[in-house]
């Protein structure tokens, strides 16, 4: 990790029936206190602020010319690599995102940039993100998605800027998420969220029963008339 001040928010966890507090380190250039890290909404980073699939086949096809690809419309599963087309085996798929400045690159989705900072205008957003990997993988994932953050939005969205493996430990109204269950992870198990989940629309997510009944934002055009109404905001 690079030398950047750190600033620690407590959290409550709920993780396996348990009811704990524990301290999530976050990469915050001030220190936030309770009420004021309540956000009101939560907004995911790969698939719905960036264009993840896009990035991730160009990269595929870059890497692995001759091996077989999908079209982003046929994905069927939020992890590439489990996706019951086959084409992506876990050690070429780990490969590609782990590869430096993978993240960093990302390109924004359509109209998110825009559509993020006309809804800070209204209500308290916080970018909410999980690492991908382990160890000193997963802190360079996190450095290249702050990175992206300071290019795309500027330095004032650092301290709007949370990468936590388990977004169940963060407080608030809502999540804009493309993952089916963003309360359970893999490795983790998650726990019982307090925000609820509107889902970023994306075609592994279409016909998933952890989906079902749940709010969704299709695109960011939409964004006004889904999320203000949730929020009760004119």
Same mark, same amino acid.
């Given at each position: 990790?690079?030398?950047?001040?750190?600033?620690?928010?407590?959290?409550?966890?709920? +993780? #396996? +029936?348990?009811?704990?507090?524990?301290?999530?380190?976050?990469?915050?250039?001030?220190?936030?206190?309770?009420?004021?890290?309540?956000?009101?909404?939560?907004?995911?980073?790969?698939?719905?602020?960036?264009?993840?699939?896009?990035?991730?086949?160009?990269? *595929?096809?870059?890497?692995?010319?001759?091996?077989?690809?999908?079209?982003?419309? @046929?994905?069927?599963?939020?992890?590439?690599?489990?996706?019951?087309?086959?084409?992506? &085996?876990?050690?070429?798929? #780990?490969?590609?995102?782990?590869?430096?400045?993978?993240?960093?690159?990302?390109?924004?989705?359509? +109209?998110?940039?825009?559509?993020? @900072? @006309?809804?800070?205008?209204?209500?308290?957003?916080?970018?909410?993100?999980?690492?991908?990997?382990?160890?000193?993988?997963?802190?360079?994932?996190?450095?290249?998605?702050?990175?992206?953050?300071?290019?795309?939005?500027?330095?004032?969205?650092?301290?709007?800027?949370?990468?936590?493996?388990?977004?169940?430990?963060?407080?608030?109204?809502?999540?804009? &998420?493309?993952?089916?269950?963003?309360?359970?992870?893999?490795?983790?198990?998650? +726990?019982?969220?307090?925000?609820?989940?509107?889902?970023?629309?994306?075609?592994?997510?279409?016909?998933?029963?952890?989906?079902?009944?749940? @709010?969704?934002?299709?695109? *960011?055009?939409?964004?006004?008339?889904?999320?203000?109404?949730?929020?009760?905001?004119?």
């Amino acid at each position: 990790r690079v030398d950047t001040p750190i600033s620690v928010e407590s959290f409550v966890f709920r +993780g #396996h +029936g348990l009811m704990r507090f524990v301290r999530v380190v976050s990469r915050c250039s001030a220190t936030l206190t309770m009420s004021e890290s309540s956000w009101q909404v939560l907004v995911d980073m790969d698939g719905v602020l960036c264009d993840f699939e896009a990035h991730f086949l160009a990269r *595929w096809r870059q890497a692995y010319p001759d091996a077989s690809w999908i079209p982003c419309e @046929q994905r069927r599963h939020h992890y590439t690599d489990c996706d019951p087309s086959g084409v992506y &085996d876990t050690a070429r798929t #780990h490969a590609v995102i782990s590869t430096p400045g993978f993240y960093e690159s990302m390109p924004p989705m359509d +109209g998110a940039l825009e559509a993020l @900072q @006309q809804l800070d205008e209204r209500v308290r957003v916080c970018i909410c993100t999980a690492p991908f990997g382990q160890g000193s993988t997963a802190s360079r994932c996190e450095e290249e998605k702050r990175s992206w953050v300071r290019g795309h939005l500027g330095d004032r969205w650092l301290d709007k800027f949370l990468c936590v493996k388990d977004k169940t430990a963060v407080s608030a109204l809502l999540l804009i &998420d493309d993952k089916p269950d963003p309360t359970n992870h893999w490795r983790l198990g998650g +726990g019982d969220a307090v925000w609820k989940h509107v889902v970023f629309s994306a075609p592994f997510n279409i016909d998933v029963p952890a989906c079902a009944g749940k @709010q969704r934002l299709d695109s *960011w055009a939409r964004w006004r008339e889904v999320l203000l109404p949730l929020l009760n905001v004119e």
